[in-house]
C-alpha cells in the first residue's frame, strides 16, 4: 500500500478545510439568506450556530478521522468493527460521491460564464445539454487531477494558492461593489436587524446552512482529519476553518448584494443569482465601460470557479482514499475509478435540471443530517470517553474545562439540533 500522506503544517490543514468548506454555500445562499431572514440578526444567529453547534460536530467527525488515521470506511471498521456503526463509514463515501456529480456540474457552469465574461454576452442560462457536459468534464478532470496529485502535492498546495486568492478576489470585487449609486441599499439588506423576520425558521435555516457550510455529515471531515498529524491541535483548526467560511460569506454578501441593489434588482438564491440575476449586473455595469464589466465578471466567475473546485477536491478525495487504502489501487487509478462513476452519475444531472434538483434536495436533506447525526451519536454515546478526551485535549495538553463542555454539547445537544433540521425539511 502507499505510504500515507499528511498535511505539513497547521496553515496547510485550515487552509485545506477552508477550501472545502468555502464553496457555493458561501456565496450563493448565505447572502440571500441573511438578507431574507432578519439581516445582522440572522448573521448572528448564524454564527451561534457555527461555533456553539456546527463547531462541536465538526470536532466529533475530525476526531473519528484522526484517531484512527483512515479512510472513512476504515476509521468507522477500527473503531466499530462488524457493527451497525459501520453504516457511517459507507454513508460518509457514498453522500459526497453524489454530491460531487452535481457539484462539478455547477463547476462546469462557472467555466463555461468565466469565459462568456469577456464579451458580456451570457445569452439566456442554459442549465443542461452537451455545452454543459464539456465544461463540467473539465472541471471534473482538473479537480481529479489535482487530487491524483496527493494530499500534499495536490490537495494542500492548491489550497495554499487558491484560499489566499479567493480572498483578495472578493475584496477587490466588494471594494468595487460598495462604490455603485445605491450600494448603500444592499448594505441596509444584508446588516439591518430586523427582528420581526426572525422565526423558527431563521434558526432551522441558519442551522442547515452553517452544517452545508463547514461540509459536514460527508465523510470529507472524517478524511481531511486523517491526514492531521497528532500534535495538531483539532479545536483550533476546526475554529480556523470556522472563521474563515465565516468571513468568505460575509465578504461574498458584501460583494453581491450591493452590486445587485444597485442594478436596481432584487436579490435572489442558487443558481438564479450567479448565472442569471449577477450577469445581468455584469452586463450593466460595462454600459459605460464595457471593461470594467468583463474586469469584474470575469474576476466574480473565476472566483466561483477555484471556490467550487476547493469544494469539489475535498469531496473526491473521500472515496479515493477510500479506494487507496481498502482496495489498494493506485492513487492515479482511484482518481480514474472516481471520476469515471461521478462523470457517469452526472450525465442524469446534466441533462435534467429536474433531476439535478432533486438529487441535491435529498443529498443535502437527507443524506448529509444522517451522516452528521450518526457521527455525533457515535463519538457522544458509543465511543469510549477517554478516548474522546485524548483526541479533543492532544492527550492532555488542551484545557479540560472546553473539553467538558464541548462534550455535552455533543451528547445532548447537538443530536437535537440536528433533528432540528432534519423535522425542519419538512416542516418548514
Ligand atoms: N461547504 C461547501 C459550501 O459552502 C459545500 C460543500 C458541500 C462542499 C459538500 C463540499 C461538500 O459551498
Redesign the pocket.
Known sequence: MEKRDHFGSRAAVIMAMAG????????W??PYMAGQYGGAAFILIYILCSFVLALPIFLSEGLIGRKTHSNAIGAMNALAPKSGWTILGYLSVIT?TI??SY?SIVGGWSVEYFLKSFSLNFGEFNPEGWGVLAFSTVFLAVSCLIVALGVKDGIEKFSKISIPLLFILIVVILAYSLTLPGASQGVDYLLKPDFSKISAKSFAFALGQSF????LG?G?IITYSSYISKDENLLISGAGTALS?LLF?ILAGFAIIPAVFSAGIEPSAGPGLIFQTLPFVFGKMGTAHAWVGVAISSLFFITVTV??MT??I??LEVGVAYLVEEKHLRRGWACLVVFLIVWLLGLVSVFSSEMFGRIDAMS?NFL?TAGALMAVLFVGWKMDENDVREEITNGGRVNTGTFKILYFIIRYIAPVAVLVIFVSNFVL
Do not use: C, K, Q, T
Not at 472545502?20 to 456565496?27: D, E, K, P, V
Not at 452545508?212 to 461540509?215: C, E, K, M
Open positions: 472545502s468548506a468555502i464553496g457555493l454555500g458561501n456565496i445562499r448565505f459526497p454530491i460531487v457539484y452545508y457550510s463547514l461540509s460527508m470529507i467560511d460569506a471556490a467550487a469544494s469539489a475535498s469531496l443535502s448529509l
